[in-house]
């Protein structure tokens, strides 16, 4: 797959979205950390950009993305665009789907907050979900450092089979749902790397 200047029409996008805090980092708040002339000035600064937020919520609505706020909703926002994908209808089953109909699996990760970290996989990893992932086309694999998208690997079922064989294995054995099994990322970085930030960001 090739890109032409997709990797130039992504500032408003990198710019807005940003990883959620934990809340186990933030200290409690015991007084106003801000002037009331402060926070008059910032509150105007959020009405402008929440102008801004609500162009790119119209734009992700056409990709059927309901809400940019949840589930990582601007960065798959940003594969979507890329990619030429689309959300499939209903989102049951696998993430997207192209021109043709074919279905596709969009993960991303945040690679600054756990570089030796896994892509996670399903919430509820049960033996119809692995039969799903078998039967996708692909899957496209976003590597974010915070809200910036330096990389996008696509990886087919075959390369990911073994990692998928050993899942099953241990859905059988313990007769129960895996929560979120990890797709480590030397694995990831085997599959064809399909966008690169140094290479659209810096054309020759």
Do not use: C
Not at 36 to 45: F, H
């Amino acid at each position: 797959m090739s890109f032409s200047q997709s990797g130039q029409s992504t500032n408003l996008i990198s710019t807005l979205i940003a990883e959620p805090v934990s809340p186990s980092v933030v200290e409690p708040v015991e007084e106003a950390v801000t002037t009331e002339a402060e926070r008059i000035s910032d509150a105007k600064r959020l009405e402008n950009a929440m102008k801004s937020i609500q162009e790119l919520q119209n734009l992700a609505s056409e990709y059927g993305i309901a809400d940019i706020f949840q589930d990582n909703g601007g960065k798959t926002l940003q594969l979507l665009i890329l990619l030429g994908l689309r959300i499939s209808p209903g989102r049951e089953g696998n993430d997207a789907i192209d021109a043709e109909g074919k279905e596709y699996e969009l993960k991303t990760i945040n690679i600054a907050l756990n570089r030796s970290g896994g892509v996670t996989s399903h919430h509820h990893l049960n033996e119809i979900i692995l039969e799903k992932y078998r039967r996708v086309e692909a899957w496209y694999i976003g590597l974010y450092e915070g809200i910036t998208l330096k990389e996008i690997y696509k990886l087919t079922p075959e390369m990911l089979e073994p990692k998928l064989k050993e899942w099953e294995e241990k859905v059988k054995l313990k007769n129960d749902p895996l929560n979120n099994p990890k797709i480590p990322l030397k694995l990831v970085k085997k599959g064809q790397l399909v966008y690169s930030y140094s290479k659209y960001s810096n054309p020759k």
